[in-house]
């Protein structure tokens, strides 16, 4: 069974601060999503990694894939309370297809 | 616009009752859906993959007798949750995949069991 662990569990910060969300396994993943999800809504999905080593960018989130492909971290610059939301890392052998989610990190930004 | 609708947003039943949720492709022939459970500031499980026109495979530990799962066509997949007990209570969601094209999820049915 592949497991992906997601760090910290909560977080909350200052509007304008930075951070960094980690999402780890021992298994390698042939392709890894970010998502955001709101209270009462599915998850909205931001981002497909799907190389190893690749880096994208969705405007202040910066989104990396390890080398290894086993692990994934979501940055984001000068947050804003509008950020609030739980985040979810997920892991699959394509993104189609069956997804291995992490536990998920509740971000709150303070205004 | 949404790409997968789910039915009912939000559901209150009695206990013992049964009670169907819908999920539904718009635009796209879904050959598989997923059907996940949320519980509140928790990630989503996994309880059972839909394939159209197959019986569902369920993960360990979700009991097949009680979430029942229905792909009969293309477009549509059902989760019946049948004699319902107020430890059910909780967010199902649902995911949909029309082949190579990326997973798109349902917004959610929000279930409480008095």
């Known amino acids: 069974t592949q497991l992906l662990e997601q760090s910290p569990q909560f977080l909350s910060i200052q509007e304008g601060e930075n951070l960094t969300v980690y999402c780890n396994s021992s298994?390698?993943?042939?392709?890894l999503q970010w998502y955001r999800q709101e209270p009462g809504e599915g998850p909205v999905l931001l981002v497909t990694?799907?190389?190893?080593?690749e880096v994208k960018k969705l405007k202040r989130l910066t989104f990396q894939f390890g080398d290894a492909r086993k692990d994934s971290s979501l940055h984001i610059t000068a947050a804003q309370p509008g950020d609030t939301g739980l985040y979810l890392c997920?892991?699959?052998?394509?993104?189609?297809?069956?997804?291995?989610f992490g536990q998920g990190t509740i971000l709150t930004v303070h205004p | 616009g949404a790409v997968v609708s789910q039915h009912p947003s939000w559901v209150i039943c009695k206990s013992g009752t049964s009670v169907k949720i819908e999920c539904r492709s718009l635009?796209?022939?879904?050959?598989?859906m997923f059907w996940y459970r949320q519980f509140p500031k928790q990630s989503l499980m996994l309880m059972a993959t839909s394939n159209e026109g197959s019986k569902a495979t369920y993960e360990q530990g979700v009991e097949k007798d009680k979430f029942l799962i229905n792909h009969a066509s293309l477009t549509l997949s059902t989760l019946t949750v049948t004699s319902a007990h107020p430890e059910d209570s909780s967010f199902y969601i649902c995911?949909?995949?029309?082949?190579?094209?990326?997973?798109?999820f349902g917004n959610g049915t929000r279930l409480t069991v008095t």
């Open positions: 995911s949909a995949s029309g082949g190579d094209s990326p997973l798109h």
């Open positions: 990694v799907v190389t190893g080593g």
């Open positions: 635009d796209f022939q879904a050959t598989t």
């Open positions: 997920a892991g699959g052998r394509t993104s189609y297809g069956k997804l291995t």
């Open positions: 298994s390698v993943f042939s392709s």
